[in-house]
Structure formats: C-alpha cells, structure tokens
C-alpha cells in the first residue's frame, strides 16, 4: 500500500513556473514507478510525465517536453515535477501516481495508486 500527498500547486501567471512535490508513504517507495497525471475542467484525465523506480528512465506527453522535469529522491521517498514557462492551458489538478509496472507507464488504467490532487492555475 502506498498513500501519496502532492503539494505546490497555485496559480501562477503565464511564462512563469512552479514546482510541485508527492511525498509517498508505506513500503517499498523505490520499487514503483511514479507519475503525474493532470484533469482540467470538462476534460478527461492525462498522461504528463512518468520516471522509472531508479530515475534513469522517465516519459513526457509532448504538450510538456522541454518545459516540464520529473524527477525523484528514493532517500526521502520523494517525486518532484518542475514546470516551467507554464500556459494557460496547463491549468488542471495534478495528481501524483504510482504503479508497478517494468516501464514507467503512460496509460491511466495501468495505475495503482493515486494522489488527492493539487490544483494549478496559469494566468494569461
């Protein structure tokens, strides 16, 4: 079992950037894949990036590649995402995964463990 708490939402203007953090609890943190998948308003939930239980691998949705990092700290059982020159349309809740699949996974059925949420809002 693994319980995740995201944080670092807000709302920021448009060309800015914000960090957002997961802390995770219960056992073996570092055996599972991490994410982050995001739901704006009337929307359906997405993909926006994954990093592999070691770091080494990780995944972007190209509406994010170059702007957004996914990174994380088994030490402190830790999943980070910095977002840079951040669009309006990036506003949505972001919730932080984890799955234990081989490969950092894309697909919202193949999670296991979900986040409460954290709201970000990008001004134009």
């Known amino acids: 079992q693994v319980q995740l708490v995201e944080s670092g939402g807000g709302l920021v203007q448009a060309g800015g950037s914000l960090r957002l953090s997961c802390t995770a609890s219960?056992?073996?943190?570092?055996?599972?894949?991490m994410g982050w998948f995001r739901q704006a308003p009337g929307k359906e939930r997405e993909f926006v990036a994954a990093?592999?239980?070691?770091?080494?691998?990780?995944r972007y949705a190209d509406s994010v590649k170059g702007r957004f990092t996914i990174s994380r700290d088994n030490a402190k059982n830790m999943l980070y995402m910095q977002m840079n020159s951040l669009k309006p349309e990036d506003t949505a809740v972001y919730y932080c995964?984890?799955?234990?699949?081989?490969?950092?996974?894309?697909?919202?059925?193949?999670?296991?463990?979900w986040g409460q949420g954290t709201q970000v809002t990008v001004s134009p």
């Open positions: 990093i592999s239980w070691s770091g080494t691998m990780t």
């Open positions: 995964t984890a799955d234990p699949n081989v490969v950092p996974t894309t697909t919202l059925s193949d999670i296991d463990y």
């Open positions: 219960g056992r073996s943190f570092n055996r599972y894949q």
